[in-house]
T-cell receptor, first 115, second 109 residues
Framework: ETGVTQTPRHLVMGMTNKKSLKCEQHLGHNAMYWYKQSAKKPLELMFV???????ENNSVPSRFSPECPNSSHLFLHLHTLQPEDSALYLC??????????????FGPGTRLTVL | GQNIDQPTEMTATEGAIVQINCTYQTSGFNGLFWYQQHAGEAPTFLSYNVLDGLEEKGRFSSFLSRSKGYSYLLLKELQMKDSASYLC??????????WGAGTKLIIKP
């Protein structure tokens, strides 16, 4: 596989469920990102990991919990979500977040629906 | 506050030229990105401008005016496959990307 992959592509869950989103990058990058994309709204940066260390947490509710076991894998653990959390969740990677002008490469996203 | 403005939707004809505008207000400025996103797919990188002027890449060109806080993406010889959303994002002084909501481009035969 090449590029950035995400699984699952679609997820429907109830508010009491616990699920996890997975992202894997095959580009040899050191930075990974989670974004939330809602219809007709700008991308919202949720979390950034650079060399496996979390560098950004943009006031994301605790019902979203990231995990980065190594530079190639990123997870987003979900629990007790709300219907307004329904959105497309995009993962991205770049060479090094601290370099500033890095180009980010995105995965295809997980379409999440919370019932 | 920081803000990126771009039109919500545009329509153009196959074979024609279309210009998608983007204005930005960021705390400091370290460049501007354009991404293309087809429905249900990943955003893909198109261009990065940090200096004033026009940069051309085949049928796509991107322009930047730092003094005006303005950029545009120019698409020539439009093809049906160019139907997509085009995302503008500015890089602020902390190297944070500030994203626009995207412009949905509809190409008609």
């Amino acid at each position: 596989e090449t590029g950035v992959t995400q699984t699952p592509r679609h997820l429907v869950m109830g508010m009491t469920n616990k699920k996890s989103l997975k992202c894997e990058q095959h580009l040899g990058h050191n930075a990974m990102y989670w974004y939330k994309q809602s219809a007709k709204k700008p991308l919202e940066l949720m979390f950034v990991y650079n060399f496996k260390e979390q560098t950004e947490n943009n006031s994301v509710p605790s019902r979203f919990s990231p995990e980065c076991p190594n530079s190639s894998h990123l997870f987003l653990h979900l629990h007790t979500l709300q219907p307004e959390d329904s959105a497309l969740y995009l993962c991205a990677s770049s060479q090094d977040w601290s370099s500033g002008t890095d180009t980010q490469y995105f995965g295809p996203g997980t379409r999440l629906t919370v019932l | 506050g920081q803000n990126i403005d771009q039109p919500t939707e545009m329509t153009a004809t196959e074979g024609a030229i279309v210009q998608i505008n983007c204005t930005y207000q960021t705390s400091g400025f370290n460049g501007l990105f354009w991404y293309q996103q087809h429905a249900g797919e990943a955003p893909t990188f198109l261009s990065y401008n940090v200096l004033d002027g026009l940069e051309e890449k085949g049928r796509f060109s991107s322009f930047l005016s730092r003094s005006k806080g303005y950029s545009y993406l120019l698409l020539k010889e439009l093809q049906m496959k160019d139907s997509a959303s085009y995302l503008c994002a500015g890089l602020d002084s902390n190297y944070q990307l500030i994203w626009g909501a995207g412009t949905k481009l509809i190409i008609k035969p």
